[in-house]
């Protein structure tokens, strides 16, 4: 299991994150706009849901049992623009944090093996861009779940703010100078559940709705590649 630091109170935690990334995230030359980071001890970072933020699965939708539900590494793409879009946020001094349901794996649409499989080919599509994830959170929890150690509800499930919220506490961030951004309103919940202002919160495109617009503080972009311009724009 490669949760990183042992259980945490609260059983059905649940993490995904690498020991070695942890250490890259703070050798200096990865980052060499620390200088650019916020004061108070704090790390800027962007909160970053995965599928179809980072990753494209609307290509592969009606081949999924449910939209969003992929398991398979070799059909893993990333949105159009995702990687420099990334490297331009990494590059601005932000670190780079992905926040998941993957209610799938209590649904038996895919393991936790399968899980990791994803990410780290997710990881590796980033690598040619000089992009490192500081972390990759999930919860693989359902309350409809057919898979018995899943299937509940869990309080990282978005749109709480507990999975972000941990993942900001366990990497130092400022959440107050922090970003989230997202494709569901559900992301965008979480992430001023979280304590990330609206005014920082961003709607992606591929879902949004006029009343999604609202929840989401009126910041709304049509896919991370604009968001991450805005992020930069305003600093
Ligand atoms: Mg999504």
Not at 8 to 23: E, I, K, N, Q
Not at 64 to 69: E, N
Not at 108 to 114: F, K
Not at 213 to 218: C, D, F, I, P, S
Request: net charge neutral.
């Amino acid at each position: 299991m490669p949760r990183r630091g042992g259980e945490l109170p609260g059983a059905g935690y649940f993490a995904v994150t690498r020991a070695s990334t942890m250490s890259q995230i703070l050798h200096p030359n990865l980052h060499p706009n620390l200088s650019n980071l916020s004061g108070g001890g704090g790390r800027r970072a962007v909160l970053l849901d995965r599928d179809d933020t980072i990753l494209d699965t609307t290509r592969m939708t009606s081949d999924l049992p449910v939209p969003g539900d992929l398991y398979d590494p070799a059909r893993v793409r990333l949105w159009p623009g995702a990687g420099p879009a990334l490297a331009r946020l990494a590059r601005a001094g932000y670190l780079l944090i992905v926040h998941s349901n993957q209610g799938g794996i209590a649904r038996g649409h895919g393991t936790l093996a399968d899980l990791h499989a994803v990410n780290d080919a997710m990881r590796a599509l980033l690598l040619p861009f000089g992009v490192t994830l500081a972390g990759v959170y999930a919860c693989p929890h359902h309350p409809t779940g057919s898979v018995a150690m899943w299937a509940s509800e869990h309080a990282w499930r978005k749109p709480s703010g507990a999975m972000l919220a941990a993942a900001c506490g366990e990497m130092g961030v400022a959440v107050a100078q922090s970003w989230c951004v997202g494709d569901k309103p559900r992301d965008v919940q979480a992430g001023v559940a979280a304590g990330v202002a609206a005014s920082r919160c961003v709607l992606l495109g591929t879902s949004g709705s006029a009343a999604d617009l609202a929840l989401a503080g009126g910041l709304w972009a049509p896919s991370i590649v604009e968001a991450a311009e805005m992020i930069i724009a305003a600093g």
